[in-house]
């Protein structure tokens, strides 16, 4: 079957987390090659992404996008058509208002334009920011618009909104026309804003599906405190600042663990953030879990519930989601600082003991099957840990 644009949630590479403003032309190429050279490619991970600043801070004299001439001599052209020749994809990023959060120009009263120079330059994905948005112009119809451009300038142009949530976004999002939308904040480099972005989508999944993501941001997977910006380091996090008011920045490899399960199983796209050509092979082992990704392009793309552990609800929960063969997702998550015993009762995913239904778990990392369960499932998880099953329905 033909690939439908934007019908699972988008998985690649973006250059913000890491690298903010100090990207080039050779970046992007050595990346395409990682990307190739990793097995990211082979995983599924098919956008090579430039985010903020990539162009120059003045349109030309006939209002065109011009790229930085230190950064990307060339201009964009050939570093699309690089990503192509490996067989990847190409994105990059504006901004619905008069600028770019960095002060680059933005799109704003020059969509169509900028849609047909995006499209001349061989771009197939567009993300699309929210700074310095006119404040008396709704943010939907700047969506609406430049969505209308993309979708008629002649070129597949997958639309990666970015509003941060702001605005209602989930009322009116779908019916842009983008493929996905990003519902947070920033993320940063640290276990306590994984956790926050995490929480603040739960109870968002009737929002997001096939052809309309809902985007919780770039993964921080393998970073461990290396971007070149201190907030995303997660400095002015005060539980993550050292004396020196400098973030420590990253996460254990455990937390990096839970990170990628949580996007997977509540459909984010899965965008990665880190330098893939330093990847440490437990990142790459995160990022490339087939079991995981599996998951999370599910063709059905259904957002999962949630069942609180009736002790600690706050901390110690599942995930569930229906897959359309028939099997769960399970993912049990422990937020708190403590081991936790957690128990899945299975009456509360739709199953009957009395009527001799139970489940059979795959555990997602270790790639085996665990056994066979009636009535519940109980497991230990460390703290900030989680595991993650695919459960098949079976009949004693
Ligand atoms: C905003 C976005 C980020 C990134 C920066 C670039 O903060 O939310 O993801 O694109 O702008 O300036």
Avoid at 120 to 146: A, N, S
Avoid at 151 to 176: H, M, P, Q, T
Avoid at 341 to 363: F, N, P
């Amino acid at each position: 079957m033909e690939k439908l644009l934007g019908f699972l949630p988008p998985m690649g590479w973006n250059s913000w987390n890491t690298f903010t403003w100090e990207i080039s032309d050779k970046l992007i190429m050595e990346i395409a090659d990682a990307m190739v050279e990793t097995g990211l490619k082979d995983a599924g991970y098919e956008y090579v992404v430039i985010d903020d600043c990539w162009s120059e801070k003045q349109r030309d004299e006939n209002g065109c996008l011009v790229p930085d001439h230190y950064k990307f001599p060339g201009g964009i052209e050939p570093v699309a058509e690089y990503v192509h020749s490996k067989g990847l994809k190409f994105g990059i990023y504006s901004c619905a208002g008069t600028h770019t959060c960095a002060g680059h120009p933005g799109s704003f009263e020059h969509e169509f334009k900028d849609a047909e120079t995006f499209a001349k330059w061989g771009v197939d994905y567009l993300k699309y920011d929210y700074c310095y948005k006119p404040l008396q112009v709704p943010g939907e119809i700047l969506y609406k618009r430049m969505s209308t451009a993309l979708r008629n300038c002649g070129r597949d142009i997958l639309f990666s909104a970015c509003n941060w949530g702001n605005d209602n976004v989930y009322k009116w999002i779908r019916e842009s026309g983008a493929h996905m939308f990003r519902s947070t904040g920033d993320i940063q480099d640290s276990w306590q804003s994984i956790k926050n972005l995490a929480l603040s989508q739960m109870g968002n999944e009737c929002y997001g599906g096939n052809f309309c993501h809902n985007d919780i941001d770039m993964l921080v997977v393998g970073m461990n405190g290396s971007s070149n910006n201190e907030y995303i380091n997660g400095s002015g996090d005060d539980q993550f600042a050292n004396k020196d008011g400098k973030g420590l920045g990253g996460c254990t490899d455990i937390e990096y663990k839970t990170h990628f399960a949580l996007w997977a199983i509540m459909n984010s796209p899965l965008i990665i953030g880190c330098d893939i050509r330093k990847m440490s092979p437990c990142a790459k082992e995160i990022l490339t879990n087939k079991d995981i990704i599996a998951i999370n392009q599910d063709i059905e793309c259904r957002g999962p519930y949630r069942i609180s552990q009736w002790n600690n609800p706050e901390n110690i929960f599942s995930l569930v989601k229906p897959l359309a063969n028939g099997d769960f997702a399970i993912g049990m998550f422990n937020f708190g600082d403590a081991n936790a015993e957690m128990s899945l009762q299975l009456w509360d995913i739709g199953l009957s003991a009395a009527a001799g239904v139970g489940v059979e778990m795959y555990d997602c990392h270790k790639h085996e099957v665990e056994g066979q369960y009636f009535e519940r499932y109980v497991t230990t998880i460390a703290p900030h840990d989680c595991r993650m099953f695919r459960a098949k329905v079976i009949k004693k």
